[in-house]
């Protein structure tokens, strides 16, 4: 899966928010991928069509952007590019609920990545998040986790489109078949922007592995929670969060197909 | 001070520029609250109202943004939320002076936070500012202590909110009691966003010590300027201003209460 | 040139890209500059009256922003200020196209700081880029140095601007005398926007050196690729492109003229 990142270079366009942005950039080159960013509604369809892939985030997002986010999510259904929706803070707003649900209506998006609040404010068409992390009650721990995949594989069937919920145990799941992965640090929560960084790595491998969303999707949430661990490996007692989020960055650089094939952590249900 | 931050995990609302947002989001995660960035009017009342606490930062703005700030403030007051304002390069252009007025007008800011050459605009309503940083004629010195105190008192009178007044010794100041602060590093001077950073810092500090927001922001001013010596500390000598930046951020996230209290230089006037 | 820079200091008004904007800003402060961002179109004609040079980069360009930069542009101009055109991703839709041959049509650039492939792109007032990087196609090779250095004069001949072409040999040009250069890295193009902090370095270089334009371009891209060398050395395995980002504005902080002297490797065409 990562290989064929690193092998077909995928030009993904992105639609993002402008606090992580930089990040998403970074990733993007250090997996192997090449963002471009641009969101202004003169040039989105021209811009989606020379890129491989779409990532559409909704963080920051305004009615400028908005607009630019459906022409492109259609242009891409168009064109038959693999896309991803992150709605980042759905159900803080009626703003971002109602965009993320526009989006789902009217774009096919090929993965959803989210966390749980997220999600479920989606599957119930309302609801609301406490800004843009998961609320405590809805951790997903080994004793919820038959609930939460059952919940993520309902709400895959609805969209047609393979979840990747993370959390504490991440679920990546199409209606069948579920990846519970184990990788990943508590402390990646302390960076502001990995969920958006993991989106916007999601839209390479799949792009870069078109006939497989489900495995590359797993794939990409498996290769950052391995690099989350690895880079909290190298922190010494001085490090924090800024230096944690170029460690991060710098592991998914270096990692290669067969570490990540040997560190992943899952099971299936 | 410090640890009513990590114990409550303010949420923090911040309509801010885009060219430091990613380490205001991060220094906010490291001191123990948690971000959320939304500018546009149509969200910005309801996100304020899930939030804690506001931040407003001048720097970038727009037209569009202009009207979610004064939204975003008027809300803050209503729900009796703390509320910070930097305004960046107030003096710099006539928007910016304005707009800065305006929002001192229009909403009871609980902190503003800036450097003198920006205060000295606000506090006469006009005046002129070479780009964003203090002109060196305003540089605070032990000379001219007694005088930049006198004006923060005043200028804290006059906006009835506490006046958090940096550069070279920083002035933390209602209109009775001044913290005249010493920690910091000149260096810090050479990385972009120092100020807004301590802005958003300052805004988690005083949501999290709703009774005391003159110590509040004394402690986050103090928190600030040692976290860069701490960081300057640390630097080797290829390190510059980027690693300085980052070890900073680092330096946030893993201090402690009582290395505050114990690394806190300052005196009262 | 650099010791030009560090001794005037000079202010530069940014108008760029959200994506890299943090790193341009660090970049400018680590060169010596000051720098400030500001697009709105009520404030930029006085924020660039008030800056010493101009910075425009149309990299996720907005209509918004797109007259903003079209009226800083006539106010550089109409004060004799020196401003750089950074043609992010021309050619990869009509209205980035469009954007870079209407500024090139209204306002006079002292220097054009791109690839080869936006280069051409503006030459012939149409044709197209893949993404915001160089096509393979246009790969600048020993080979092929002599026909670009003939194109590069002939379009600063044209533009009347000094051309700064990047890519694996560097061309810096007026329709005189070319500088090729050999400093740089190929990892480099593994981090977002060092094309962007090149531009915005440049026009530090340019500002500080007003009588010797080409000079000081070929003394900024010499700089550059010297501290991405420099950086590059300094790496760890366990670095990767985030790293990597950081020392190359540590190594632009730590830079002396001295150093730049001795390490610039170019031949004069």
Redesign the interface.
Known sequence: MLDNVRISAP?IHNIT???????C??IL??CGG???????V??VE??TA??GGLNINI??????TVSAMLRAGKKANELGHPSVLDPV?AG?????TNTALKLLEKVKFTVIRGNISEMKVLALGRG?T????ADAADAVTPEFLDQAVAFAKDFSRRTAAVVAMTGAIDIVTDSEKAFCIYNGHPDMS????TGCQLSAMTAAYVTANPNAPLEAAAAAVCAMGLCGEKARA?MT???????Y??????????LTGEELERGARYEVR
């Open positions: 030009l928010n402008y606090v992580t942005v930089n990040d950039a970074n080159l250090a090449s963002p471009i960013m641009a969101d202004d003169d040039e021209e811009i020379v890129c963080g920051t997002l305004s009615r400028r803070g803080a707003s009626v703003l971002r609301s406490k800004g843009v992390d302390k960076i502001t922007g190298r007692g001085l490090d924090g969060n800024a230096s989020r170029n460690y991060i960055i710098d592991a998914v650089c270096n």
